[in-house]
């Protein structure tokens, strides 16, 4: 018999969801700064150590930092703070109560709220959120190594039927890596002679890309190489990357759609392949929990 879940009490799951909720806290308080406390809008001229000429704010929680990077933090403050925060704040009691749906969806915003202040940490000029970022992105770190503890990985295949949508996941993975990497590698490739104005907007490397190359695309890759072969952690991981991915792609969206309210010009083409993106990987979620099988030992879902 299965369970999909190893030997963790009641009180191991009310602890993992007290984590989980502080981490809501945490990014809730962290993406409200963002939102409410970015200033006045006021902007200067500056120029980077490579002769890079830009714009960059000079108030609020995101002073010294480049008028297109506060544009696009903005928007993915809002979605984070409206849609993110709330779904953890939905997700806490599921976890409370040992809920296998509702852990693998909570490892899935861990996984969100990771990569988002790990990149606010590394990329954003030093400001008074500093720690908080830390805070945030180490609690998600552990929280994804505690959730992973716990659940017996090598039974979930028998937590899903067999419409669970391996071929459907593998393609979005495939899809995603193959944008990624042409996205980043033409922009690496034409500023490398030096060309860097509009690239590095103040900054002295690319972090973003950086952490995409070579964390985001190797890992979507292996999800959906396991997932086509069946592999124990290709049900695990596609079940926590669709929740990433339908935040990521949405949260790219509102980015792109802060970033046109500022310079009054949309990026037409990014928004449409992240809106198809996230309408994708809300598809295939949505599908992937609904094939989780009842636990044959509890009932539990």
């Known amino acids: 018999m299965y369970t999909g879940s190893k030997n963790m009490s009641a009180g191991a799951f009310r602890g993992l969801a007290a984590l989980c909720l502080a981490v809501a806290l945490l990014v809730g308080a962290a993406s409200a700064s963002g939102v ?15 002769g890079e000429s830009f714009d960059y704010a000079t108030g609020g ?48 915003l861990l996984a969100y709220f990771l990569y988002q ?16 970022y830390i805070l945030i ?27 669970f949508p391996r071929r459907g996941m593998a393609a979005l993975c495939f899809i995603l890596s193959a944008v990624l990497l042409v996205m980043w590698l033409s922009m690496i490739v034409k500023s490398m002679g030096g060309k ?38 290709g049900y695990f991981l596609s079940s926590v990357f669709v929740v990433k991915a339908v935040a990521m792609a949405s949260a790219i969206c509102a980015m792109l759609v802060s970033a ?28 992937m929990y609904r094939n989780v099988v009842r636990n044959e030992v509890n009932g539990e879902q």
């Open 61 to 108: 929680v995101y002073r010294w930092n480049a008028q297109r990077v506060v544009s696009e933090g903005v928007g993915w403050d809002f979605f984070t703070l409206f849609i993110a925060f709330p779904a953890m704040l939905f997700a806490v009691p599921l976890v409370a109560r040992g809920s296998f749906r509702g852990r693998l969806f909570a490892a899935g």
């Open 36 to 50: 409410f406390l970015r200033g006045d809008g006021g902007m200067a001229r500056g120029m980077s150590i490579r």
């Open 196 to 233: 860097t104005d509009g690239v590095l907007l103040g900054e002295t490397t690319l972090v973003v890309q950086a952490y995409d190359l070579g964390l985001v695309i190797p890992l979507a890759v292996f999800t959906g190489v396991m997932a086509l072969r069946r592999r124990p952690w």
């Open 260 to 287: 046109w309210n500022v310079e009054g010009r949309l990026e037409a083409v990014p928004f449409a392949i992240f809106a198809s993106a996230a309408a994708a990987a809300l598809a295939l979620g949505i599908k």
């Open 137 to 163: 992105f180490s609690s998600s770190l552990w929280g994804l190594v505690w959730l992973v503890s716990g659940i017996d990985v090598p039974s979930l295949p028998g937590r899903f039927s067999d419409r």
């Open 117 to 132: 202040y790990l990149e606010y940490a590394t990329y954003w000029a030093y400001g008074p959120l500093f720690l908080l």
